[in-house]
């Protein structure tokens, strides 16, 4: 089982496989519908590539790194400072080894103190085709 990492540039941060599990999320179509006032159904194709999404479950993740093992501050810095949020692309890889380049999607940074100083929640990230 590898570590989850989050890279980007000369950065990375390690985290346990248990504080981190990633899923995958059904593909959605690029497709609007609307349904007129007799009923028809009409679809705007705005794209032919479906989005592709990972959340990512986040549990007890410790508040501050613990030896090789990045916490809830050093992930935060990371999305907020490295990353920006949502405006730069960086590798995600999970516990089977698998690196995407993702940017992250959630509208929110939501992850809450369950425990003290250990953090649960979820992330949202866009698979870059």
Do not use: C
Request: cysteine-free; proline content about 4%.
């Amino acid at each position: 089982m590898a570590n989850p990492t989050f890279v980007s540039g000369g950065t990375t941060e390690t985290f346990k496989p248990g504080n981190i599990q990633a899923t995958r999320v059904p593909d959605s179509p690029r497709q609007r519908l609307q349904v007129s006032s007799n009923g028809n159904v009409r679809v705007l194709e705005v794209s032919t590539t479906d989005d592709r999404f990972i959340e990512i479950e986040v549990v007890a993740l410790p508040l501050d790194d613990n030896g090789s093992f990045s916490g809830y501050t050093s992930m935060r810095a990371f999305l907020l400072t490295t990353v920006n949020w949502a405006e730069t692309t960086w590798t995600f890889t999970d516990t089977d080894g698998d690196a995407f380049t993702v940017r992250y999607w959630s509208d929110t940074f939501d992850l809450f103190e369950h425990k003290k100083d250990e953090y649960s929640g979820r992330l949202l990230l866009r698979v870059e085709v």
